[in-house]
């Protein structure tokens, strides 16, 4: 379509499963002969926390956790209608959460 894009954003917590899904989105849009800019790897946020180990005393001994959210951004350029039923199309795998938006 004239003057517009496709911007696709995933989000995983798994960067294997978002690489894998990402490299899937761009090569379906390719053989449809739409022109892909990405996938960029947008910053890794880390989300960390702290828990007590013991239920009521030793207050000093803690468990550290952290979860590492993944994410891509792709611009999908020069797309027809076949590239949009190629993308609908696609399954890809429950854990990475996609955003798609027209611009």
Same mark, same amino acid.
């Given at each position: ?5 496709? /911007?696709?954003? !995933? ?7 978002? #690489?894998?899904?990402?490299?899937? %989105?761009?090569? =379906?849009? $390719? /053989? =449809? ?8 790897? !947008?910053?890794? $946020? ?5 828990? &007590? ?6 207050? @000093?001994? /803690?468990?550290?956790?952290? %979860? /590492?959210?993944? &994410?891509?951004?792709? #611009?999908?350029? +020069?797309? @027809? #209608? $076949? @590239?949009? +039923?190629? &993308?609908?199309?696609?399954? !890809?795998?429950?854990?990475? #959460? ?6």
């Amino acid at each position: 379509m004239a003057n517009q894009k496709i /911007r696709i954003r !995933l989000k995983a917590y798994d960067y294997a499963l978002i #690489d894998r899904s990402a490299q899937e %989105i761009v090569e =379906t849009a $390719k /053989r =449809t002969g739409a022109v892909v800019k990405g996938p960029i790897p !947008l910053p890794t $946020k880390i989300e960390r926390f702290n828990i &007590l180990r013991s239920p009521h005393v030793n207050k @000093t001994s /803690r468990e550290q956790l952290e %979860i /590492r959210t993944h &994410l891509r951004l792709m #611009d999908i350029v +020069d797309w @027809t #209608d $076949k @590239t949009t +039923d190629a &993308l609908m199309k696609l399954d !890809l795998p429950a854990g990475v #959460d996609v955003e798609i938006k027209v611009q």
